[in-house]
């Protein structure tokens, strides 16, 4: 939805086929999550947080907000699944 936002057909495209490439790691990092109520009060805040960067036009810290929320979901559960 963000990219979508941003109106880039190219970002489109791109995220797409991400998502697509990474989408079992996804699906198995999501299996690992113990405690899924708190990650998904934390997941929603996050979001929550980026859409209202986004709505205030604040574009930098947007994409700084978007590169910690990547990042630390990656290093908690994707990260170790890569190294079995």
């Known amino acids: 939805e963000?990219?979508?936002?941003?109106g880039n057909p190219l970002a489109s495209i791109v995220i797409s086929a991400v998502r697509g490439s990474i989408k079992s790691h996804m699906l198995a990092a999501f299996e690992r999550?113990?405690?899924w109520d708190e990650?998904?009060?934390l997941l929603t805040a996050e979001h929550t947080a980026l859409a209202q960067l986004l709505r205030q036009g604040e574009a930098n810290l947007a994409r700084e907000a978007v590169t910690q929320h990547v990042r630390r979901f990656y290093s908690t559960y994707v990260q170790e699944l890569e190294s079995f």
């Open 2 to 6: 963000v990219v979508r936002f941003a």
């Open 33 to 35: 999550i113990d405690h």
């Open 39 to 41: 990650e998904r009060q």
